[in-house]
């Protein structure tokens, strides 16, 4: 296959010296955050969460390197086999998948259980930025190119709408339609996909969505019609966030948590939890080193030489964007309840999976910037 340049081949060394060490600096401080509120989650106890995490971290952190040291052209041809992988995995888990809160999600493989949609919204991410790759940039602007891309994000949608999981669907939706935007499709056909949607909602809220998903919906547009049910979640987690104040109430010594009214204070609402400890300073501080690695992300997509390599930095760091934006918007009452862990802080080892393999793919691209990949319009 043609290459779009040629180049001498970087060294092990040469890719260590590469490596952003600024980025991998913020990734452990958000994952150093994360422990600290495993630990004060569990009442001080280490060997609850925070321990298990840690290890989780450290393993998948070696993972992270591995992937970043490998050369971006081996991503690019892994792409649409990992697409077809995380489609089969989503299928495994209709029919022997292990059932948690109430839904088909996960594989169980011993030693951890595997989201398969949590992969998949790399994968399609991947896939998207191969195809618009080989193309070229002058036919995204095409319709009959859309094809491609539809069956790529709609499939996965599907079958992750049907465990059901519309979080999931709808973040894997969002990623790939940025992936679009970013590739130079039609303006036109963003905002008539907004009006369509629109149009659309009230046709969802009463045959697409499930009575629980629109129970969420009720209980978000107003939480106090059932606040010891639907709505307790968001009431607790407001609480919390309202009693912190502006320097919180100090490490271990949040209420809500230590008496058990806020739930899900390990997973998806510990950002509550640091809220009622830190206050709004220590959550302007996490915020803060999220979004370092978001702009480093940005930054490294204006540097990079490839179609591939800009589509996929962007991709995955919108991918990572919108489960902060989505939890910390979740557990403030200003989003439904749609089940969306924060990056690197919420215990789980597929959301801990997801981010690190994110960033080993940005680290990769950053990494391999100068190195020859297939050409452009080869499709």
Not at 187 to 211: C, D, E, K, T
Not at 297 to 314: D, E, M, P
Request: some cysteine; hydrophobic content about 55%.
């Amino acid at each position: 296959m043609d290459f779009a340049m040629s180049s001498k081949k970087l060294t092990m060394r040469a890719k260590v010296k590469a490596l952003p060490i600024l980025l991998i600096t913020f990734i452990v401080l958000i994952a150093g955050v994360g422990d600290i509120a495993l630990y004060s989650a569990a009442g001080g106890d280490f060997f609850r969460w925070a321990d298990k995490q840690l290890l989780r971290f450290a393993f998948l952190f070696i993972g992270m390197l591995v992937i970043a040291f490998l050369h971006l052209k081996y991503w690019y041809y892994l792409a649409y086999p990992l697409w077809a992988l995380g489609m089969i995995l989503l299928l495994i888990v209709e029919i022997m998948g292990h059932v948690g809160m109430g839904a088909q999600r996960w594989i169980n493989l011993g030693f951890m259980n595997l989201q398969p949609s949590e992969v998949m919204k790399i994968a399609v991410i991947m896939a998207l930025a191969r195809y618009y790759h080989d193309i070229g940039g002058d036919r995204a602007r095409q319709y009959r190119t859309l094809i491609w891309p539809a069956m790529l994000m709609g499939a996965p949608i599907a079958l992750v709408m049907v465990q059901p999981d519309l979080g999931t669907a709808l973040m894997i939706g969002m990623a790939g339609i940025a992936v679009l935007f970013l590739a130079g499709v039609r303006l036109r056909l963003f905002i008539g996909g907004i009006i369509a949607g629109a149009a659309a909602i009230p046709l969802a809220y009463y045959y697409v969505l499930r009575p629980y998903q629109r129970k969420r919906v009720d209980t978000f547009l107003d939480p106090s019609q059932d606040p010891m049910g639907a709505g307790y979640h968001v009431t607790q987690s407001k609480i919390a966030i309202g009693s912190g104040g502006m320097d919180g109430k100090g490490f271990l010594q949040g209420t809500q948590a230590k008496l058990n009214f806020l739930p899900e204070k390990h997973t998806d609402f510990i950002f509550t939890l640091w809220a009622e400890e830190q206050g709004m300073l220590g959550c302007i501080l996490l915020l803060s080193l999220y979004v370092v690695t978001f702009a480093l992300g940005f930054v490294y997509a204006l540097q990079a030489k490839h179609i591939f390599s800009r589509l996929l930095i962007l991709g995955l760091t919108i991918n990572l964007s919108l489960y902060v934006m989505i939890n910390t918007g979740m557990v403030m009452g200003v989003l439904p309840v749609v089940g969306v862990p924060l990056p690197l802080v919420s215990y789980g080892g597929s959301a801990m999976l997801a981010a690190l393999i994110c960033y080993g793919l940005i680290m990769s691209a950053r990494i391999h910037r100068g190195e020859p990949m297939p050409k452009s319009g080869s499709f």
